[in-house]
């Protein structure tokens, strides 16, 4: 059985708009949110997107897990590759003079090496990469919480998706919780034939085949899950035609104003950055200032 996310109406001002118009906008403001490295021009999408999230009302204690998996990715991932190697910046980032730190660092158990030379322009690189990454995230984890998951199909359906398509998002979606679910059921199960997972001990390669009673029955599980799913379709000769759906959805007047807010928004976006080649990477004077060449 497939579980969803902790999907609960609350009333919000969110809630009144079409889910196919809430995709259009999140998809329009992502797309203006790639053209830009300001800083200052990011804080405004910034800006915007929490604005989007106090009014879904959504509160910590149901987003507590989801904030924590986002920022352990951006803040680790994103913001230390930054510092450390300011991959993925303009040639000025890796060209820095301002030289906050410099040194070595080895990495425990695989007894790697890696030169750090740490800039003022990576550092403020990697603030600007958090809050750029940090815009996207956010604009689209509301989304599982503020839209009832029975209108996933004919909501991508409505936006063009072929039926196939649409469906294989709507599983998409369930798939993760539904992982979840089967990972808390396997770990229960195993506690309750002495498997002892507080007491996981050893090297990497160690634990990870002690974990191997939970990870294969989960992973099989899935594997076997999916397959079922697969023969239940085709034996109902599912994308063979155009389907009905049981709901139906209607664009609205402020539907219109929310799809047409994201269009320009993005061709404001388009313009500012292809026509007047405005909102490169940018660094305030003082910063650098903060530390003499």
């Given at each position: 059985m497939l579980v969803t996310w902790r999907y609960?109406?609350?009333?919000?001002?969110?809630?009144?708009?079409?889910?196919?118009?809430?995709?259009?906008?999140?998809?329009?403001?992502?797309?203006?949110?790639?053209?830009?490295?300001?800083?200052?021009?990011?804080?405004?999408?910034?800006?915007?997107?929490?604005?989007?999230?106090?009014?879904?009302?959504?509160?910590?204690?149901?987003?507590?897990?989801?904030?924590?998996?986002?920022?352990?990715?951006?803040?680790?991932?994103?913001?230390?590759?930054?510092?450390?190697?300011?991959?993925?910046?303009?040639?000025?980032?890796?060209?820095?003079?301002?030289?906050?730190?410099?040194?070595?660092?080895?990495?425990?158990?695989?007894?790697?090496?890696?030169?750090?030379?740490?800039?003022?322009?990576?550092?403020?690189?990697?603030?600007?990469?958090?809050?750029?990454?940090?815009?996207?995230?956010?604009?689209?984890?509301i989304i599982p919480f503020t839209i009832d998951p029975r209108t996933y199909g004919i909501t991508f359906s409505g936006m063009g998706l072929p039926d196939r398509v649409a469906f294989t998002m709507d599983l998409a979606f369930r798939f993760v919780p539904t992982l979840a679910r089967d990972f808390v059921t396997t770990l229960d199960a195993q506690k309750a034939r002495g498997y002892e997972v507080e007491r996981i001990e050893g090297g990497i390669i160690s634990q990870l085949r002690k974990l191997a009673p939970l990870v294969v029955p989960v992973t099989m599980g899935a594997i076997v899950n999916g397959e079922d799913i697969t023969n239940a379709m085709d034996l109902r000769c599912f994308g063979i035609r155009k389907r009905t759906w049981i709901d139906a959805l209607q664009y609205r007047t402020r539907d219109y104003v929310m799809i047409a807010s994201g269009g320009l928004i993005f061709a404001t976006s388009f313009f500012v950055k292809v026509v007047l080649n405005y909102g490169s990477f940018w660094m305030p004077e003082w910063f650098l200032n903060l530390v003499p060449i």
């Amino acid at each position: 059985m497939l579980v969803t996310w902790r999907y609960r109406e609350r009333g919000s001002f969110l809630e009144t708009f079409d889910p196919r118009a809430r995709w259009f906008f999140s998809f329009f403001v992502l797309f203006s949110i790639v053209f830009f490295w300001d800083i200052r021009i990011l804080l405004g999408f910034f800006g915007l997107v929490v604005f989007q999230y106090i009014l879904s009302k959504l509160t910590w204690k149901e987003t507590r897990r989801a904030w924590i998996f986002m920022l352990f990715f951006i803040v680790i991932i994103v913001g230390l590759n930054a510092l450390i190697s300011g991959r993925a910046g303009p040639p000025s980032v890796l060209q820095g003079t301002h030289t906050y730190w410099e040194g070595s660092l080895k990495v425990p158990l695989i007894n790697w090496t890696i030169r750090i030379n740490l800039t003022m322009e990576k550092v403020f690189f990697a603030i600007t990469q958090i809050v750029r990454m940090l815009s996207m995230a956010m604009l689209f984890m509301i989304i599982p919480f503020t839209i009832d998951p029975r209108t996933y199909g004919i909501t991508f359906s409505g936006m063009g998706l072929p039926d196939r398509v649409a469906f294989t998002m709507d599983l998409a979606f369930r798939f993760v919780p539904t992982l979840a679910r089967d990972f808390v059921t396997t770990l229960d199960a195993q506690k309750a034939r002495g498997y002892e997972v507080e007491r996981i001990e050893g090297g990497i390669i160690s634990q990870l085949r002690k974990l191997a009673p939970l990870v294969v029955p989960v992973t099989m599980g899935a594997i076997v899950n999916g397959e079922d799913i697969t023969n239940a379709m085709d034996l109902r000769c599912f994308g063979i035609r155009k389907r009905t759906w049981i709901d139906a959805l209607q664009y609205r007047t402020r539907d219109y104003v929310m799809i047409a807010s994201g269009g320009l928004i993005f061709a404001t976006s388009f313009f500012v950055k292809v026509v007047l080649n405005y909102g490169s990477f940018w660094m305030p004077e003082w910063f650098l200032n903060l530390v003499p060449i």
